[in-house]
Nanobody
Framework: QVQLVESGGGLVQAGGSLRLSCAAS????????MSWFRQAAGKEREFVAG????????YYADSVKGRFTISRDNTKNTVALHMNTLKPEDTAVYYC????????????????????WGQGTQVTVSS
């Protein structure tokens, strides 16, 4: 499995920006699609954004489209989530996850398709 460590969370005012980073180690990182999920208090974990193994395709939840951007650097084994125009409803614990299948052309949006997860980083957006 891939070991994942997230960083970059924090407290920000509505309209502000944050950049989350996920550092990977272990099996070959650049063969897996990578995604960010989030879980707000009392809610189920939901897909936020994902990028395929080569970085050629990315996908976003409708709620973040146009505001968030996912990127990866396979030379540094990192994936980042750039979050702009943050809203209070973006408040959640954000998790980085690695796809269980190698070389998948697309990006799955179901949590069960991921077999490696980070510990999560808290993002709080105040109104």
């Amino acid at each position: 499995q891939v070991q994942l460590v997230e960083s970059g969370g924090g407290l920000v005012q509505a309209g502000g920006s944050l950049r989350l980073s996920c550092a990977a180690s272990g099996r070959t990182f650049n063969l897996n699609s990578m995604s960010w999920f989030r879980q707000a208090a009392g809610k189920e974990r939901e897909f936020v954004a994902g990028i395929n193994w080569s970085g050629s395709s990315s996908y976003y939840a409708d709620s973040v489209k146009g505001r968030f951007t996912i990127s990866r650097d396979n030379t540094k084994n990192t994936v980042a989530l750039h979050m702009n125009t943050l809203k209070p409803e973006d408040t959640a614990v954000y998790y980085c996850a690695a796809d269980r299948i190698l070389f998948r052309p697309g990006v799955p949006q179901e949590a069960y398709e991921y077999d490696s997860w980070g510990q999560g980083t808290q993002v709080t957006v105040s109104s």
